[in-house]
């Protein structure tokens, strides 16, 4: 089923305003540690999550927050997490890089770069060892495609023809340099011919082409049809992290790319087409401030994670040769 414009345009909006919010309470000294945030990018994360269902899983980066809220996180666990407390997604141990939630299928952020990939093409095999019909997708920057993770996940991806679709946000930059300084060729979706499926490019910034895109890939890999590869073409309007100086860029490139906010193209194209009032738009703005006021609320009520559990969650438990 369609995902509602409504729905998609209530994720994009409260992934913005969950990391505004964050930013925020990093200077007010809520949220220690860094913050790797998304804003710009919220059409890829919300528009290929919409194509899942709830038992698909994801992996995600550094610049997870909207990747999370896409596939269903809660807002207060995040903040929770952020601030480092037990109330967190992972009881405050892990931070902003190392959020997971298995049942809403998860796999978790990751500080490693392309890291998540070979998670997301383990996940796929074993879809396919049990015939589940069940897919991965794995979501990447563009500085994760020259890693040798990837080359390794995508080759026997192409080669065993699992579930799995390859989403590279291509947002111009690997931290401070540019894409033509890292790879040969402007289109990394042209990587996935030398494995044996198809890549495509999609308009990253248009929470409807990546939906379409992802909602295609997802048929196919269902259909026994192997990996897609994505590229959204997009952009990340704060720095790599909060604190760069972004001295890579001018002022003119953020400017061109801020006049093509996703958000914003949502909110004009749900206007023009008559699917939402100006009013509809504003209940969604005031239950979003309402639902982060209640998730700081939840963080600073939250105590910190207790001395004792620092080992718990470390390593998992082995009961018959499998790890829980
Ligand atoms: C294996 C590895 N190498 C280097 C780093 C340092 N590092 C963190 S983020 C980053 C840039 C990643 O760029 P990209 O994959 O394009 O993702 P983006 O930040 O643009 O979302 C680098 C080099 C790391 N965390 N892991």
Not at 60 to 67: A, C, I, V, Y
Request: glycine fraction near 12%; proline fraction near 5%; charge should be negative.
């Amino acid at each position: 089923m369609s995902p509602s414009h409504l729905d998609l345009y209530h994720r994009m909006l409260l992934i913005r305003q969950f990391e505004l919010r964050s930013i925020n309470e990093r200077k007010s000294g809520l949220i220690p540690g860094f913050i790797h945030a998304c804003i710009g990018q919220e059409a890829t994360a919300v528009g290929a999550c919409a194509a899942l269902r709830r038992d698909d899983v994801i992996a995600s980066t550094h610049r997870g927050h909207g990747h999370l809220i896409a596939k269903g996180g809660e807002p207060k666990y995040m903040m929770a997490e952020l601030a480092a407390r037990s109330g967190g997604y992972c009881g405050g141990k892990g931070g902003s890089l190392h959020m997971t939630d298995f049942d809403l299928g998860i796999l978790g952020a990751n500080g490693i770069v392309a890291g998540g990939i070979p998670m997301a093409v383990g996940a796929a095999l074993a879809f396919h060892m049990r015939h589940e019909p069940r897919l991965a997708l794995a979501f990447f920057g563009d500085g994760a495609v020259n890693e040798g993770a990837f080359h390794e996940g995508a080759n026997l991806a192409g080669l065993w023809k699992l579930p799995v679709i390859f989403f590279c946000e291509n947002n111009l930059y690997g931290e401070g340099t540019p894409q033509h300084k890292q790879a040969p060729i402007a289109d990394l979706s042209r990587r996935a011919e030398g494995y044996g499926f198809p890549g495509v490019i999609v308009d990253g910034n248009d929470v409807l082409a990546v939906y379409e895109a992802t909602r295609e890939a997802a048929e196919r890999a269902r259909a026994g049809g192997g990996p897609t590869f994505i590229e959204g073409k997009t952009y990340r309007h704060r720095g790599h992290y909060e604190g760069d100086p972004m001295v890579y860029r001018t002022r003119e490139e953020l400017e061109f790319w801020k006049q093509r906010d996703p958000i914003t193209h949502l909110r004009y194209y749900l206007l023009d087409e008559g699917l939402a009032t100006e009013a509809d738009l504003d209940a969604i703005a005031g239950a979003i401030h309402q639902e982060l006021d209640e998730a700081v609320a939840f963080a600073v009520a939250s105590p910190a994670p207790a001395p004792e559990t620092a080992l718990a969650g470390v390593y998992g438990e082995v009961h018959d040769g499998r790890v829980f």
